[in-house]
């Protein structure tokens, strides 16, 4: 069965710093990967996915990503972090294909706080 | 500009009465989903739609109904709220079919409070 882990509930980073948040994921087949960010009372806003070509993806804000199938980890990267950056972020994985309309699959979030 | 919109965004009921929450998208989307997000953040879908008139039920029981009568327009009802229904709810759409860039859009939620 598809799934996708975020083994930290919280990250605190300095204002600054390189922030990351991590994820792993196991799927049966190709994975399509994707982030997204919430801030509070909102929707998921998406961030950057990967489904194929290189295993660096960069995406909205300065954010990118680092796929790498031998640790079966979709990392979510940041040089340098803002304080705006707060927000709860979420790992998704789309599911197998042709299963329930393509639904994301996700992974319970992590709480990113940036403190000045 | 296209977006996905929810309304109301929250929503205080006593047990019992009918509700409708909307969901609207004038992204051009063949596919809608409606998602459940409990209080410890982790997302379960509940409905789901390939078009018109294509309603699916997801991985999560819902009491909830869906229609999917026009494209645009994925509304979903609960015929009798209760307090164990408190929670956000959240709609995205999808492309389809060849070519499609596979990430979901969400619109900016329901919160609801069942009293």
């Known amino acids: 069965a598809q799934s996708v882990a975020q083994p930290e509930d919280q990250v605190n980073v300095a204002e600054g710093n390189p922030l990351t948040v991590k994820c792993t994921y196991s799927?049966?087949?190709?994975?399509?990967l994707f982030w997204y960010v919430q801030y509070p009372n909102r929707g998921l806003q998406f961030l950057l996915k990967?489904?194929?070509?290189?295993?660096l993806v960069k995406g909205s804000y300065g954010f990118e990503a680092e796929f790498n199938k031998s640790q079966t980890s979709f990392h979510l990267k940041k040089p340098s972090a803002l304080v705006s950056d707060s927000a709860l972020y979420f790992c998704?994985?789309?599911?197998?294909?042709?299963?329930?309309?393509?639904?994301?699959?996700f992974g319970q979030g992590t709480e990113l706080s940036v403190k000045p | 500009e296209a977006d996905i919109y929810q309304t109301p965004r929250y929503l205080v009921i006593g047990t019992g009465k009918k509700i409708t929450l909307e969901c609207s998208q004038t992204?051009?989307?063949?596919?809608m989903y409606w998602y459940q997000q409990d209080p410890g953040m982790e997302l379960h879908l509940i409905h789901y739609?390939?078009?018109?008139?294509?309603?699916e039920k997801g991985d999560l029981s819902s009491e909830s109904t869906v229609s999917r009568i026009r494209t645009e327009h994925f509304p979903l009802t609960l015929e009798s709220a209760r307090p164990s229904h408190t929670s956000q709810y959240l709609c995205?759409?999808?492309?389809?079919?060849?070519?499609?860039?596979?990430?979901?859009?969400f619109g900016p939620g329901t919160r609801l409070t069942v009293t």
């Open positions: 995205a759409s999808s492309e389809s079919g060849r070519g499609q860039s596979y990430e979901q859009y």
């Open positions: 799927v049966s087949g190709n994975p399509y």
């Open positions: 990967y489904i194929t070509g290189d295993n």
């Open positions: 998704a994985v789309r599911g197998p294909l042709g299963n329930q309309g393509g639904k994301l699959i």
């Open positions: 992204m051009g989307h063949d596919k």
């Open positions: 739609s390939y078009g018109v008139n294509s309603t």
